[in-house]
């Protein structure tokens, strides 16, 4: 590295390492304005084009988001960064699915048990509509009736890392398996085990059993994995 590269790192860590203090120092909210380029290149003693290579590099990160004409604001936009942060890591370390799967599984648990207590009755309302549409459906909406139906699960834990990591989790498996849920409901049987586990993780819901959910989520984890298992 020249020494004009160097300085060039360096000036760039020093925008990156005031941003970041400043949200540490809760100097900066979620939401805000940030100062101009030209204001913080004259602060930090860097040019423009530094704190500019610094502001897209955070946008990448999901923290500062730019709007065209308005300037640049904290927005702490995690969750497309972390399921292709995820997508990758799992290709690049041969991580294999049922991996996936147990991760998944410990997670919706925790967010289940969580949910015993914390979950609103709006949320009850909405899985038990998902519930009557999983009923009456022909097959043809299962991927996004159980993605939906599992996505309001976590958000009755009321843990954000939980559900923006069960969320980011759940879009990796999918581009992993794109088929998945087609080749479970070919049998019939799994179809009927994973409807009853659904029902049962509600009904737990309702009355406030986290063991109970708890053990309905490991019961549907492990009905999808021996499908998976038999391709």
Do not use: C, W
């Amino acid at each position: 590295m020249t020494d004009k590269q160097e300085m060039n790192e360096k000036a760039y860590e020093k925008v990156f390492r005031y941003i970041k203090n400043g949200i540490m120092n809760e100097d900066y909210q979620l939401g805000e304005k940030l100062p101009p380029e030209r204001e913080l290149a004259v602060r930090l003693s860097v040019s423009r084009n530094t704190v500019r290579e610094a502001f897209r590099t955070l946008g990448m990160m999901g923290v500062v988001e730019s709007q065209q004409g308005a300037g640049n604001y904290i927005s702490g936009n995690f969750e497309k960064n972390l399921i292709e942060f995820l997508s990758m890591m799992f290709v690049l370390q041969r991580v294999e699915y049922p991996q996936i799967s147990k991760l998944r599984a410990g997670l919706e648990q925790k967010a289940v048990e969580l949910g015993a207590q914390n979950r609103t009755e709006e949320e009850l309302e909405e899985l038990g509509d998902i519930l009557k549409e999983m009923r009456k459906n022909d097959g043809s909406k299962n991927a996004g009736l159980d993605a939906r139906f599992h996505s309001v699960l976590a958000a009755t834990s009321k843990n954000k890392p939980i559900i923006q990591i069960l969320q980011a989790l759940s879009s990796v498996t999918e581009s992993f398996i794109s088929d998945m849920h087609r080749d479970i409901m070919v049998s019939e049987e799994a179809k009927k085990q994973l409807q009853e586990a659904h029902e049962q993780i509600v009904l737990a819901l309702e009355e406030r059993d986290g063991e109970r959910a708890e053990q309905a989520v490991k019961f549907h984890f492990e009905t999808v994995d021996e499908q998976l298992a038999l391709r």
